[in-house]
Structure formats: structure tokens, C-alpha cells
């Protein structure tokens, strides 16, 4: 259950049409449209739930399995170690005590279970659910902690079409029976805790995960059960349903209950809900918390003892765990007095996950970011809009400039004069300068700075490497090769937007005008290379045959990674290009350079800045917006592992080396193979880089200093004509013509 979505933002990033949110205003600078009276008296209310971080207990080697609450109403944490060690951990007036729970030892001990969480009753029994090898559910139960037995429940062993009932959750009500929920049949079960017989079957929604949470409980023993879309029923301990409560079924939820409320944990916050309520109390917003990243999965959700909430994540990118505790404090602003707004046109993990930190150091602070809503098909409408705004000195505190023109904000004079700031920073920090400063520059002055970067690198045949340098020289190389394929095997999509990168700056003059014979030649040359490249075997769904374990599909949406690489080992006269942001990127093009004894270089010093942070000069919050900036490159953000690029600090490189030392990356290798329509069979052992692979990584990321960037109206309009060249429904020179009137009618907005 991912709690943080994807493809759905959360709330600080605002699900709306980017033309709807500039037109209701919501990008404009802070207080906008309200009077100073209004912003006093919305200051001036005191009362809020609060953040705050608690240290976990599990030492190394040690994996969460999940959180309850013990019949004192205290949070427990279980965990598991290898050799079968379970250990439980309860927090008692400000520490964990922690209690060896050998009895599931002695009761699996020399069986292949894997073991998936513990529950407590209310009386203090142990209620474990594992899975075998046939994935054959074990209930076990230990009343005293110290010795436990199998539960006998016949539904458990019984098959269908899809094997054993796939339990997902456990629960107990107050009478001791067991809820269980069963993801293939769609179903909760209640178990007769004396006979182990079904005493009564519920429909519940159909499951997309295993980790999606079907049952909860609530301290007086009723059970709440997602019966349908949008809709929870609550049943007490006889399965006799009380009532129903409406839910948002977009989130992806968790739930708690006592006598007299249930409340409910999303993205969007903490609500409050009464059973036959329509509407419920939101008493924790989502964009103040934790629970609003999209960073974390929400993973356990108790009421402590008084009116307050003990909240565990885990952090599945980053793979590991947080738990916070949520309390009331009547002395907080119930709305920060200041608000900070930031806008990108789409989302970023690392700014993200940085407002919750800033946010807790500024108190007074309430960071709103601000997305278009859209991954891609951003049109010129949308940036028209966004310009006005910007125009209008208008507009957010702070600028995601990735995809927009910043070129032409420095000309406009939207953009603040970053340079004293980047200096500061430099002077306490060792950062990769280079890509610091070169990213949106003009005039020795500083405008934008990336938050991350990635690394694009190339390997393969020199002499194909040396073709690519520039367009005449690829243009040469195929008068001189006609049946050169370049990339081995490629795609259409790659072909198109890997050599507009590489020659946006030929085809594309300072003015902004476009140099239409120049532009053609690209075209003619990327249809030479799609035919050369037999880019049709991807045309099916956009991927070829690939075996990785997973059936993940080699298909990459990425400029810089071609679904064909690995078939440079039956192209040896070929190059293959990936896009390096972290150690796993590493796994595949490194094997394959050691297979073929190949080096990677750079692609003419290129790098993919992420997160270009730029602030806007009319900014009626500039101080903040600067605190704001410099807590984005602090130490504390730069060397988190949030899993979307490199750090352009250089300690918070450490992480590559971190991720290679950890216990999943040690010995790591996988079994890859891909099938390409006509070609033998490759097989691989793709395995993590070595240490002496990721310093020199390390070591050519400090020589980097082109930056790759995009407009990205230019670029929706390169595409859509490029297709149509590509898809040989128009010829080159007419596709170079329709573009260059296009981008003409963008720059003349």
C-alpha cells in the first residue's frame, strides 16, 4: 500500500491543471488577496498537532515486521533477525524495552517460514502470521509470550484456482476471533476462536497489493472492514455490522478506532471520523506532516494513551524506517504565520521530502509545493499563463525551473541574483562547484542551482564514439557506413531525443531560432538510424523480450537509457548510453563494460541537472526563500538517500559507497537475460559495481560541466513532428519547417 502516490500527487503538490491553478491564484506570492486584518486573525489562533521524531530501537541486522499496541495502550514494535530471532519492543515512559520472543523460534524452528507480522490482544496474547514456501498462511498463538501453538484453521489449507487463501492481514476483535484478509477471494473471513471454523464470510474491495490494508481495529475489540469502494463498515466482535463510514478510496488508507472515534491516516493528513457521519474532521494536515510525502509509505498507525498518535513509515526508495509521534500542543500556531510557496512543473523527491525538515526548524513556516499535475504535455498555453504570472510579479516564492526556459526568465528579470547565496554556500561546503554554478548562469551571475544531478555515460566503439561528436561528423560517418545502426538495437524514442540533446545547440541558434537545413539533416539521419537500428521490434508495446527476474520490461522513458543496450554485445561496433543517478543505475552498463572490457566516458561532459532551484525576485518572502534554498543544499538534505540523483555536495556522494557497502547490495548478483527478435540469446550476471568502479564514477562526475537541459514547449513540439518524420508521414525537410514555425509563434509569446 503506497501511501505516498505516484502518478497522483499529494496535496502540497496540488492535483489541478496548471492553467487552474493560475487562474484561481493559488501561485501567487504569500497573502495575496488578503487583508492585513485577515492574516492576523488567521495567525492568531493557537492549537495544532505537532511532529515529532522518535529513535527507533531496532539494531543492524534486524528487519521492522510491523507496530501494535499493548494492553497497556503502549506502542510495540516486532522485528525479525536472522536465524528465526523475533524481538518485541514496547515503549514504556520514554524507552524500548525489548523482549526476545523465542517461543516462534521453538515453534518454526527448521521450517522455511517467512514471517509477516504479530498482533496483541487486549489480554496480552501473541497472535504470529507466516507463509511457507507454498505460500500456505500459519497462524500461531502464545498466550504468555514464552511458549506458542499452531492454530488449527481448516480455511487456510483450502486451494483455489490460485492456490491457498492470500491472507494480507490479521486482526482479533474483542471476542478473540481472528479477521483475516483474503486478496484473491476479495473476501474477510472471521474465524470462531473456540472451534477455528468460519463463523462469517464479508466482501471487501479487490486488493492491488499485498501491502494494502483491508481490516482494522479498534480498542473496544469492534473490527472495520473496507467493504466496498469508498465505503468502511464497522462490525462489533459477533461480525454484526453497526454502521458505515465513507472514506476517500484514491488514498490508500490506515485506520484506528476507541469507544467513541475512528480515525483515519492518508497522505492528505489524520481525520476524525463518527460512525454514520458523512464527513469527517481533518485534525492533522498531510502538507505539515510526514504522511504527506510521497517518499513514505505509511506501515503502522496507533492512538497513544491520551489524544495522541504514533505514526511508523518506511521509506521504500531509501529502504528504511521512521516513526513519529504526533501530540497536541496548544501553544502552536494553528496556521504558521508565514507561507512559502513553491512551484515546479512536476514533482521532486528531494524538495519535497526537505519542506517537512524545514518545516520543523521554521515553526512559523508552512512550505506549500505546488506541481502542474502533469508529467508530461505541457503546453504553450500553460507556460503563457505561468508567464503572466511571473510577469505580473506575481507568481511562487521559489522556482522548479527543470522543463522551463530559464534562458529567457534571466532576460526578463524574473529570477533572483543567486550569486552571493551559491558563495556562502561554497565557502562552508565542498560542493561540485561546476555543476553548481554552470547550471543557469548569465554574465558571471548566478540564477538557478540544481538540487541533484544525474550522469549520462557512454561506452562502446571508438570510432562510433568519435561520430557522434558532432552532426557533421555523424553525418559523415553514415555517408561513409550507410548500414551503421549507431546503437546496435534502439528505439524510436531514444534515436529521437538522444541526438536532439546531443545537438540542440547546432540546430537551435542563440536567438532561439531554428536552423531548418541543419534540423532536417538530424531528422534524415534519426530515420536512417531507426531503419539501421531495426527500432520496429519495439514498436509492439515498447519493449523487448527481458527476463530479469521480475518480468520487468527494458523499456526506459529516459533520454539517456536505450531499451537495446545490452545488445551491444552483439553489436560490438556500436555504443550504448545510460543515465547514472545512483548505484543501482550502475548494475546493468557496468557489467556489461566488464563483459566486453569497456570504459565509460562522458557524453562531451554533460550532466542532467534535477531540481533547478531558482528564486523569483519579487518574492515577498526573500528571506525565507533563501533559508529555504540554503537547507536544500545542507548536509542534512544532500546526503539523504531519497533515490533521485547524485548529490552535488561532495560528502553527499558518500551515499553510492553506502548503498554499495549495504547488507542487499554485498554479493548481489541477478541472472539477466534479453531476447532481441533475431538475435542470440544474451545472458548475464548483472552484479553492483565495485568500490574502484564507483570512485571513478565519483571521479568523473567532479570533471562534468554542460548542462542538459530543456524547454520543454520546444521539446513537446520537437516530438509530436519528429513522430510524424519518424513514423514516414511527412519527410524531413517539411517536419524541420512545421518546427521551426512553431518554436517561431512560442519565442514571439
Known amino acids: 500500500m503506497k501511501m505516498g502516490r505516484h502518478g497522483r500527487y499529494v496535496k502540497r503538490t496540488a492535483a489541478f491543471l496548471l492553467s487552474a491553478v493560475l487562474a484561481a491564484g493559488l501561485l501567487s506570492g504569500c497573502g495575496k488577496g488578503k487583508t492585513e486584518e485577515q492574516n492576523k486573525e488567521n495567525t492568531s489562533v493557537k492549537g495544532r498537532y505537532v511532529e515529532n521524531d522518535m529513535e527507533l530501537p531496532i ?132 474465524i470462531d476462536a473456540s472451534s477455528m471454523e468460519v463463523m462469517q464470510e464479508l466482501n471487501s474491495v479487490e486488493g492491488s497489493s499485498s501491502e494494502q490494508r483491508m481490516l482494522f481495529a479498534a480498542e473496544n475489540g469492534d473490527m472495520a472492514a473496507n467493504t466496498e469502494d469508498g465505503v468502511v463498515t464497522v462490525y462489533d466482535s459477533g461480525a454484526a455490522e453497526k454502521g458505515t463510514m465513507k472514506i476517500d478510496q484514491q488514498e490508500g488508507i490506515m485506520m484506528c478506532g476507541n469507544e467513541e472515534n475512528w480515525y483515519i491516516i492518508s497522505g492528505e493528513g489524520i481525520m476524525r471520523m463518527v460512525l454514520g457521519n458523512e464527513v469527517g474532521e481533518v485534525i492533522l494536515d498531510g502538507t505539515m506532516a510526514s504522511m504527506g510525502s510521497s517518499l513514505n509509505r505509511i506501515a503502522g498507525f496507533i492512538k497513544g494513551q ?83 504570472e511571473l510577469l505580473g510579479g506575481n507568481g511562487a516564492d521559489v522556482l522548479l525551473l527543470d522543463g522551463l526556459s530559464a534562458e529567457s526568465y534571466i532576460e526578463k528579470g524574473i529570477l533572483a541574483d543567486l550569486t552571493d547565496l551559491a558563495d556562502e554556500l561554497t565557502a562552508q561546503e565542498t560542493y561540485l562547484e561546476s555543476i553548481l554554478k554552470s547550471t543557469a548562469q548569465k554574465d558571471g551571475k548566478i540564477y538557478g542551482m540544481p538540487v541533484k544531478f544525474s550522469m549520462p555515460v557512454i561506452y562502446g566503439d571508438e570510432n562510433t564514439k568519435a561520430a557522434l561528436s558532432s552532426l557533421d561528423s555523424l553525418k559523415s560517418y553514415l555517408e561513409e557506413h550507410p548500414q551503421a545502426s549507431i546503437f546496435g538495437i534502439a528505439q524510436r524514442d531514444y534515436i529521437r531525443d538522444f541526438l536532439f540533446q546531443m545537438y540542440q545547440d547546432e540546430v537551435i541558434n542563440k536567438d532561439g531560432k531554428v536552423d531548418q537545413e541543419k534540423l532536417a539533416d538530424l531528422l534524415e539521419i534519426e530515420v536512417k538510424i531507426a531503419a539501421n537500428a531495426r527500432a520496429e521490434i519495439f514498436d509492439e508495446d515498447g519493449s523487448a523480450q527481458m527476463d530479469m527476474g521480475t518480468a520487468a520490461k527494458i523499456f526506459q522513458q529516459d533520454m539517456f537509457s536505450n531499451g537495446g543496450s545490452a545488445a551491444i554485445i552483439n553489436h560490438p561496433d556500436s555504443v550504448a548510453t545510460s543515465k547514472i543517478a545512483s548505484v543501482t543505475d550502475m548494475m546493468t552498463p557496468y557489467t556489461l563494460m566488464r563483459q566486453m572490457s569497456l570504459s565509460p566516458d562522458t557524453l562531451d561532459g554533460l550532466y542532467i541537472p534535477k531540481g533547478i532551484i531558482g528564486i523569483n525576485k519579487d518574492t515577498k518572502q526573500k528571506d525565507i526563500a533563501e533559508e529555504f534554498v540554503k537547507y536544500l543544499f545542507s548536509p542534512e538534505v544532500q546526503g539523504k538517500p531519497v533515490g533521485d540523483g547524485l548529490s552535488v555536495l561532495e560528502s553527499g556522494m558518500g551515499i553510492l559507497k553506502e548503498e554499495l557497502a549495504s547488507e542487499y547490495a554485498t554479493g548481489l548478483v541477478t541472472m539477466s537475460s534479453w531476447k532481441f527478435e533475431g538475435e542470440e540469446e544474451i545472458v548475464l550476471d548483472v552484479s553492483y559495481p565495485t568500490e574502484e568502479e564507483v570512485d571513478g564514477l565519483i571521479a568523473i562526475c567532479r570533471t562534468l560541466e554542460k548542462p542538459a537541459t530543456q524547454d520543454c514547449v520546444i521539446w513537446n513540439i520537437y516530438q509530436a513532428e519528429a513522430d510524424e518524420c519518424l513514423g514516414g508521414n511527412v519527410d524531413a525537410k517539411t517536419a524541420a519547417k512545421n518546427i521551426a514555425q512553431k518554436v517561431d509563434t512560442y519565442l514571439a509569446e
Not at 513519529?324 to 519535497?352: C, K, Q, W
Open 306 to 388: 491520551e489524544d495522541d498518535f504514533y505514526v511508523l513509515y518506511s521509506q521504500p526508495k531509501a529502504s528504511t524506517w521512521s516513526l513519529m509521534h504526533y501530540v497536541y500542543d496548544a501553544e502552536a500556531m494553528a496556521i504558521p504565520e508565514n507561507t512559502l510557496r513553491v512551484f515546479g512543473l512536476s514533482e521532486n523527491a528531494t524538495v519535497e521530502d526537505a519542506l517537512l525538515g524545514f518545516q520543523k526548524a521554521h515553526p512559523d513556516v508552512k512550505v506549500e509545493f505546488l506541481t502542474s499535475g502533469k508529467e508530461e504535455g505541457i503546453t504553450m498555453d500553460d507556460i503563457r499563463t505561468l508567464n503572466t
Open 59 to 190: 539494531q543492524e541486522g534486524e528487519k521492522i515486521l510491523n507496530m501494535a499496541k499493548s494492553k497497556d495502550g503502549n506502542p510495540v514494535l516486532f522485528s525479525e533477525a536472522e536465524d528465526t530471532k523475533v524481538f518485541r519492543y514496547e515503549y514504556k515512559e520514554g524507552n524500548w524495552e525489548q523482549t526476545p520472543l523465542d517461543w516462534i523460534g521453538q515453534l518454526y524452528g527448521g521450517q522455511n517460514l517467512r514471517l509477516q507480522e504479530i498482533q496483541e490482544t487486549k489480554e496480552g496474547a501473541q497472535i504470529a502470521r507466516s507463509t511457507d514456501e507454498e505460500m500456505l498462511t500459519h497462524i500461531a498463538k502464545s498466550e504468555d509470550g514464552q511458549t506458542g501453538a499452531e492454530q488449527s484453521i481448516p480455511y487456510l489449507s483450502q486451494q483455489g484456482d490460485n492456490g491457498y487463501p492470500a491472507v494480507t492481514n490479521l486482526q482479533v476483535d474483542g471476542a478473540g476471533n481472528y479477521w483475516l484478509s483474503d486478496m484473491y477471494q476479495s473476501k474477510v473471513v472471521v
